[in-house]
């Protein structure tokens, strides 16, 4: 898998370590404040940016220079998919009160789905 696998739907949640500060700015506040998920040069998950991530940052005397990578979350807590997902993500969620998004990946750390917590707990079955 490379970085050009990512499934379409998700493009705009998804930006890479040498990306612009400004470009996460932009691309959370398209997707209604939730999360970015960042990625490295070959396509796998490296953390994530949160509106917190980056309302910290507005202390930084350089921001112009910043990059996603800069910013970017990198001890984020991720969703494996080990066969059901939704069965993961409940019980993440559920261990992890304050969490509302996550990212969920494969066993080769590529992106596979951002969840939700509301996905999660009214998944039909």
Do not use: W
């Amino acid at each position: 898998m490379d970085k050009n696998y990512i499934p379409e739907y998700l493009k705009d949640h998804i930006i890479y370590e040498n990306e612009s500060f400004l470009t996460a700015i932009y691309k959370l506040e398209k997707n209604r404040r939730t999360i970015l998920a960042c990625l490295n040069e070959n396509g796998k998950y490296s953390g994530i940016i949160t509106p917190f991530d980056y309302n910290c940052t507005l202390f930084y005397d350089d921001i112009p220079n910043l990059t996603a990578g800069d910013i970017c979350n990198k001890n984020s807590k991720f969703i494996r998919n080990k066969g059901d997902m939704y069965n993961e993500a409940r019980n993440a969620f559920a261990r992890f009160g304050k969490i509302r998004h996550s990212p969920v990946l494969d066993e080769n750390n590529f992106i596979i789905d951002i969840i939700s917590r509301e996905q999660a707990f009214y998944h039909k079955f």
